[in-house]
């Protein structure tokens, strides 16, 4: 993907991203809250599932530590008639994010740099190596340069 496609996209999925707030999680987990409501008996679903009544409880206990894997816990849903829903939800925009670590990979390209100007008493002004860094870091972010990853 180009650099430009790379911006559009970003600002598409911070626009979508910023309106989703996930649920909080009920105390004894999604898949045995929805049960509970719907009043499906644990015999029935273990029947379902294919698997001891015992492991239903298992299975809740699984969810709410987070040690089910997806693929037994669509089966679960499937079994209730629900979908499984997995979604990343950045801690912050991802423009920002991208911004912050162009500024942190173009500071250091800089600071290299500024270290060999000080050698030859050519020395960079601080307001100079912010501009500096500010320019690398848009320029970085306009080429789509993985070097903003490292």
């Known amino acids: 993907m180009n650099a430009k496609r790379r911006k559009i996209r970003v600002r598409q999925l911070d626009q979508q991203l910023q309106r989703f707030e996930p649920p909080s999680q009920p105390k004894g987990g999604w898949f045995h809250a929805i049960r509970e409501a719907l009043g499906v008996p644990l015999e029935l679903l273990a029947k379902r599932l294919g698997i001891p009544r015992s492991n239903i409880y298992q299975l809740e206990r699984a969810e709410t530590t987070g040690s089910i894997s997806i693929k037994r816990l ?13 979604t990343l ?48 870091a848009r320029e970085m972010i306009d080429r789509g340069d993985p070097r903003i990853w490292q």
């Open 74 to 86: 669509r089966r679960a849903a499937d079994a209730i008639n629900c979908d499984v829903v997995v």
């Open 89 to 136: 939800v950045p801690r912050q925009p991802l423009e920002r994010m991208v911004q912050e670590q162009a500024i942190k990979a173009a500071r250091s390209a800089i600071a290299h740099t500024s270290h060999s100007m000080a050698l030859e008493d050519q020395a960079l002004t601080e307001d100079q190596t912010d501009y500096l860094v500010q320019e690398l």
